[in-house]
């Protein structure tokens, strides 16, 4: 359940949004800090969340002034505020892989988002996008992790909550494949 990829490289990065602000922070934190190593060269950060945010801002909007407040361009980031599920950001970003200029030569990608969601990312993302699109996962290496999550309470109902919409969704003819 708890994937990662290695790579070198990639050409850009998604990171996903979360409501939970922790998550948020160490999702925006992991993609940024591949950026400014040199291992992609765009960040793409999706989300919605306004109606969950006191000043009704968006993930993506928040995690973009993280990054800028971090030392990446602004002319190196791609916002997509529109999605609020894997699902809608996997279909939102197929969209924009045709529409943006700037995502016009991507074939790599590094998922970035909490270490217990990645499996459940790549399947919906390998599903929506592109064959042509090599996906590498990337966790968030803070918050709940493979080596913690059974430590608490919260971390033992998180994970089993993500293997039932990882059912549901093999369920629903999305493949691990």
């Known amino acids: 359940m708890f994937r990662q990829d290695k790579a070198d490289r990639a050409d850009a990065v998604i990171v996903v949004g979360a409501p939970d602000s922790d998550h948020l922070r ?14 992609a060269e765009t960040l793409i950060v999706c989300g ?14 928040r995690m973009r002034e993280f990054a ?14 529109s999605s609020a599920d894997p699902v809608s950001t996997a279909k939102e970003f197929n969209r924009l892989l045709k529409s943006d ?13 909490s270490a217990w969601h990645l499996l459940r990312l790549h399947i ?4 929506h996008l592109p064959n042509k ?10 918050g709940l992790t493979a ?6 309470p919260l971390g033992r109902a998180t994970v089993e909550n993500e293997l039932r919409l990882i059912d549901r ?4 003819g999305y493949s691990l494949k």
């Not at 160490?26 to 291992?39: F, M, T």
């Not at 919605?48 to 909007?61: L, T, V, Y």
């Not at 800028?68 to 505020?81: F, L, M």
């Not at 969704?169 to 629903?172: A, E």
Request: aromatic share 4%; net charge positive.
């Open 133 to 142: 699109v090599k996906l590498y996962c990337h966790p968030a290496n803070e």
């Open 26 to 39: 160490h999702r925006i934190s992991a993609g940024v800090a591949l950026i400014k190593a040199g291992r």
């Open 48 to 61: 919605d969340g306004r109606q969950k945010h006191p000043e009704q801002r968006s993930e993506a909007d």
């Open 124 to 127: 919906i993302m390998k599903r």
């Open 169 to 172: 969704l093999l369920n629903t």
């Open 68 to 81: 800028v407040r971090a030392g990446v361009s602004v002319d190196r980031i791609v916002v997509e505020e």
């Open 147 to 152: 080596s913690n999550w059974q430590t608490s």
């Open 101 to 113: 200029s700037r995502l016009s030569s991507v074939r790599s990608i590094f998922l970035v988002s």
